[in-house]
Every structure is written in structure tokens, then in C-alpha cells.
């Protein structure tokens, strides 16, 4: 509506046969919430419709025995201007009126009282009861009076009634100033995102987003936020836990940071885009015992093996070449190269030839190459022991033994939105009480993995800096989700949403929300749930045990039971004419004594 509307609102006030109080009070509110329709509820006089077509505006006309919710602001612009016309039956009027505007309850409202011996306060009194915060009315003296009446509802209920000028501000803005009105509230959740702790004169510090927003929304309005429930700062409760008290209506809203639940109804804008991550534990050291193993790469022990073999080939034929005599075996593996390879000493022919003499030389730089590399690969294993593969999946996290510790109603929500972490449910230990889940998530056991957001993570980074060795690891790639919306639950006819969803957009325009975000870690220590003490185990000086040589042991039981079986072959291979004439003399006098019974 521009100038062009104003000016054919003037000119009405001044067509003739015109109601001119009528006629100046829409005037007013056209000028003041520049409607885009009127919606009309029960049996208006005809004046109202003529009015309205002059302005000109759509009309929507809703019958008084008409109880069928109507979407107002659904399918259509919410700015809009409701008149209600009260007749005869009071309740149902305004049963119709909470019907269609119950969850548009701040948009302006003109109560047109037809009825005679209507009480004012009573009936504004019954209006503010049904949370409708923008309504005046007129009585059916309005046209020699001009009084209209208001109310105030803050910080108690209180009627106003004025006159109408060309001046008057007909709905005043209540939601700017509270006057120290209590809103109920709900408070809880975990830190970072709440911090509470005891001042030193005993007096409740919140801080963190949440304990920051709470304040702050206190000083914008000039409001106290009272707690219904009592609240005990050292055992706060869980955000899902509180939906509860502002579904059945017992607070306005509930500072209880959470993810939305289908229906995706009755919360707030999101305060953070939240990322809900694995954090485990780093890799431990692979075990001293396997440190002979891994110095050698599969391929490289193959290969290795294959050159020995080949050393061992030309150094067998070049002796056979020279008239040396070579056994069978040692044209496959010859004991002079294999000795030399291994760094130990071996003896030569007597009167070298040069070629042979080269082959020598060969084996003594690769023994020497060989063993070198071993020892200082060895060495450095040692020192600065390698690591285990890390976790890049939740199958490796399935084969390990480390399990996820996730709160139950965490886990219910996973499975309700990914089937596909159904498969994967081996790998958690689920816990039903929350503040056990806490404890154990923030002790740093890394004999488990666990739920983390990214902002927590955050905070436990830091921690990790003053410890020698972190203890904890966090993969992106392992994320559940990504950028869920956090939310507050908040009733669905709360006069207070806009008013927080104002506070929440400013916080965030500003840098402020960051900036708490920031300073959490030195809240929490301050408060004394966060300690900057090293938590990692220190390295020290150990002396080998005897696990060390596990493989040692087992290698060598295997050569010994091997030697053993080639030992008893030979016995027996040495002895075999005779066992065999003592077996087949064994046969043949069974046989006879057979035949003599």
C-alpha cells in the first residue's frame, strides 16, 4: 500500500453519508500495520464490509458457527488485521478466535463488542489467557465516545482504555519491555555449549552459548527467567529430557540445545549447524614383539631370499667350473653365502680364482649392506615405536576390540535416521544414564571411542596440547552427520518466538555467539570441569621382557622341531636294513604261530 492507498483513505473520511469514527479508527490501523487483508469473524453490521471495499482490501468472511481451523497465514500473508464481532455468544466467538489464530497469537486483533453489559477487563482478561498479546476493543458506544480499550500484560495484567485521536498508537509494542516479567523457562544440557557453577558468594554463574544467551535475552527484554523445576547445577539435565515440560505446557521454552525430531514443529531458528564425529583413540604402538617382522617388507624378504639364491647358483657353478666339488643343495642355497649375508664368517677355497673371489666380494657388501639396514631399522622400531593403522572405517573400527560409547536416546535417533548404521551396531556400548556417559566421555579412556560433536572436539584439542602424546584422534571422514540444525524446543503458541528467534539471528550477526563459542574452554576452567593436567602416559625406560622375543621363541621352537624331525628321519634312514629285517622276522613269526594253532 503506498501513497495512492492513503490518499483514498482520506479521501474517505471525507465522502459523504460515511461513519467518520468507523471510518478514522481503520484509518489508524492501516496507517499503523499496513495490512494486506481483514479477516472477519461472526456476523458483522454491513458498514465493516463497505468500509473495508473503500480502503480498498481483500476480505475474508468467517462465520460464528463456522469451527473449522482455517490455516490463516498458511496458504496466505500473515499480515493481516483480524475483527471479531461479539454478539450474543461470548464463548464461542472467542473459541473461534484462539481456533484460527492460536499459533499467530501476536498479530493485531479488534474486538468489536456488540453485546450489551460486556465486561471489558473480563473479556481482554479471557484473551491474554488464550496468549493473544495485540488486542484492543470497542464497545457499541464507540461512535459518541471514541474510547477503545488495551491491556498491558507485563509484568501484570492491567486494562487501558483511551480515547481515539489522529495521533494514538493503537497497539503498542509489549514484547520490547517485559517490566521484569517471569518467563518460565527450562534449562539444561552439557558444556560446552552450558556451563554453571557456583560463584564466591555461592551465586549461580551460567555461562557458555546457552548461559550467555539466557543472560543476555534477560537484559534485552527486562524479563527474569524462572525455573518451574529445580535445578541442581551438578547434575543439569539432558536437552531431549526437557521437550517434555514445554509440550505439556509447563515453560515458554526450554534453553536446551538438541537436533529436531520429526514432527519438525515447535522449535526455534537453529542457534549452530552442528557435525556429530567418531573421535578415537590414536593407534597404540605396535607390539615390540613384531618388531622382527616388520622390518623386512614381504617383498623385500622375497626378494632378498631370491638374490641369495642366485649368489648362491653362480658362486656353485663358478667352484664346479674351477674343479671344486659342490654338493646338490648348495647350488640352492650355499653355507659361505648365506653366512655372508648374515654377517658372519666363512671360509674360502684354497687358491682363489678371481671370479670366485669376486663372488665373495659380492656376498661381503651385501652382508654388510644387509645387516646395517636391519640394525638401524631395528634400532629406530626401538626408539620411536611405529604405530598400529589408524581407524578409517567402521569396519576396521568392527575387526579392532575398541568399542563406541553412545548415550541410548543418541543411538535411538542414529538408527531412526541411518538404517545403514544398523549393521555397524557390534561396535557400541550403550549407555542409559546420561551423566555416566559424560563421565565416562570426558575421563579420556581410550580403551573405548566416542560420540563427539565437532564443538567439543574443539575444547578436548585444546586440552590435548598440554599432554605429551595425544590420546584422542578425530576423523572427519568418520562423521555421522553433518551440519544438523540446533535447536531450542519452544511452544508452538509462544508470544516469546520472536523475541528469542530476534536475540538468536543478532547473536550470531554480531560475532557474539563465535566469541562464546571461543571463550568456553577458559569458562570450564574457571568453573572447574576442565583441568589443563597431562593425562598421557609419560615415556619411560623399559627393559625387555620376555614377550619381546615371542617371535623369537616361536621361530626357534619351530627350527628346533624341525631339526628334531630330521634328526629321527636320519636315525631311521641309517637304521633301516635293520628294522626292517627285525620288522619282517616280527611278521613272520606271527605267521607261524598262526599256523600252528
Known amino acids: ?36 487483508y481483514a479477516v472477519l469473524l461472526g456476523h458483522p453490521d454491513p458498514i465493516w464490509h463497505t468500509i473495508l471495499w473503500k480502503i480498498p482490501v481483500p476480505i475474508i468472511q468467517i462465520n460464528e458457527d463456522s469451527m473449522e481451523k482455517h490455516n490463516l497465514g498458511f496458504y496466505h500473508s500473515k499480515n493481516f488485521v483480524t475483527i471479531v464481532f461479539v454478539n450474543e455468544s461470548l464463548d464461542e ?28 477487563y473480563s473479556l481482554l482478561e479471557r484473551c491474554w489467557h488464550q496468549q493473544q498479546l495485540n ?13 477503545f480499550y488495551s491491556y498491558s500484560p507485563f509484568p501484570i495484567f492491567q486494562l487501558i482504555e483511551r480515547r481515539l485521536e ?9 514484547l520490547k519491555d517485559l517490566q521484569g516479567y517471569p518467563v518460565p523457562i527450562a534449562l539444561g544440557g552439557s558444556s560446552p555449549r552450558l556451563i554453571v557453577y557456583r560463584g564466591a558468594e555461592g551465586q549461580l554463574i551460567f555461562s557458555g552459548p546457552v548461559g550467555n544467551l539466557m543472560m543476555c535475552f534477560e537484559k534485552r527484554y527486562n524479563c527474569k527467567l524462572v525455573q ?19 509440550r505439556n505446557g509447563s515453560v515458554q521454552f526450554a534453553l536446551a540445545a538438541y537436533y529436531p525430531q520429526l514432527p519438525f514443529s515447535g522449535y526455534t531458528y537453529p542457534i549452530e549447524l552442528m557435525s ?58 650355499h653355507n659361505s653365502c648365506l653366512r655372508g649375508v648374515l654377517g658372519q664368517p666363512f671360509y ?43 581407524f578409517t572405517s567402521y569396519e576396521s573400527i568392527e575387526h579392532s576390540k575398541v568399542e563406541v560409547v553412545i548415550w541410548k536416546p543418541e543411538y535411538e535417533m542414529l538408527l531412526h535416521l541411518s538404517e545403514n548404521m544398523r549393521k555397524y551396531s557390534t561396535i557400541f556400548r550403550i549407555k542409559s544414564d546420561y551423566q555416566e556417559f559424560l563421565q565416562l566421555r570426558d575421563s579420556f579412556d581410550t580403551r573405548y571411542g566416542y560420540m563427539m560433536p565437532l564443538e567439543k572436539w574443539s575444547l578436548i584439542k585444546e586440552q590435548q596440547k598440554v599432554f605429551s602424546s595425544p590420546l584422542f584422534t578425530l576423523r572427519e571422514d568418520l562423521c555421522v552427520y553433518h551440519t544438523i540444525p540446533i535447536v531450542f524446543s519452544i511452544a508452538d503458541n509462544s508470544i516469546f518466538r520472536e523475541p528469542l528467534e530476534r536475540l538468536i539471528l543478532d547473536v550470531q550477526d554480531t560475532g557474539l555467539l563465535a566469541r562464546w563459542r571461543n571463550i568456553a574452554l577458559t569458562e570450564m576452567i574457571k568453573a572447574g570441569q576442565l583441568k589443563l593436567v597431562d593425562l598421557s602416559r609419560p615415556k619411560e625406560f623399559r627393559a625387555m621382557k620376555l614377550e619381546d622375543l615371542e617371535q623369537v621363541w616361536i621361530a626357534g621352537g619351530i627350527m628346533l622341531g624341525l631339526a628334531a624331525m630330521v634328526f629321527i628321519w636320519e636315525i631311521i634312514w641309517f637304521w633301516r636294513y635293520k628294522l626292517l629285517r627285525k620288522v619282517a622276522g616280527i611278521l613272520w613269526l606271527r605267521k607261524c604261530i598262526r599256523q600252528n594253532q
Not at 473520511?13 to 478514522?24: I, K, N, V
Not at 518451574?228 to 514445554?246: C, H, K, M, N, T
Request: proline share 6%.
Open 1 to 36: 500500500m503506498g501513497q495512492s492507498h492513503l490518499l483514498l483513505v482520506t479521501l474517505l473520511l471525507l465522502a459523504p453519508g460515511g461513519d467518520g469514527t468507523y471510518d478514522h479508527l481503520l484509518l489508524q490501523l492501516s496507517r499503523e500495520i499496513n495490512f494486506e
Open 93 to 120: 466467538i472467542l473459541e473461534l478466535l484462539n481456533l484460527n489464530l492460536g499459533l499467530l497469537n501476536t498479530l493485531p486483533v479488534l474486538l468489536v463488542v456488540q453485546k450489551e453489559n460486556v465486561q471489558m
Open 135 to 147: 488486542v484492543i476493543a470497542i464497545g457499541n458506544d464507540f461512535e459518541e465516545s471514541r474510547i
Open 166 to 174: 489522529n495521533n494514538t498508537l493503537l497497539f503498542e509494542s509489549h
Open 228 to 246: 518451574p523445576y529445580p535445578f541442581d547445577e551438578s547434575s543439569i539435565q539432558p536437552a531431549r529430557q526437557l521437550i517434555g515440560a514445554v
Open 276 to 333: 556429530w564425529c567418531l573421535m578415537m583413540p590414536v593407534p597404540s604402538e605396535v607390539p615390540h614383539s613384531q618388531f622382527y617382522s616388520i622390518v623386512f617388507d614381504p617383498l623385500t624378504f622375497w626378494l632378498t631370499l631370491l638374490v641369495i639364491v642366485v649368489i648362491s647358483l653362480t658362486l656353485s657353478l663358478a667352484l664346479r667350473l674351477h674343479g671344486y666339488r659342490v654338493s646338490f643343495t648348495e647350488h640352492f642355497l
Open 348 to 390: 674360502e677355497v684354497l687358491r682363489t680364482p678371481a671370479l670366485v673371489r669376486g663372488i665373495y666380494m659380492v656376498i661381503c657388501v651385501l652382508g654388510i649392506l644387509i645387516t646395517a639396514w636391519y640394525n638401524s631399522y631395528f634400532s629406530t622400531f626401538v626408539t620411536s615405536a611405529p604405530k598400529l593403522p589408524p
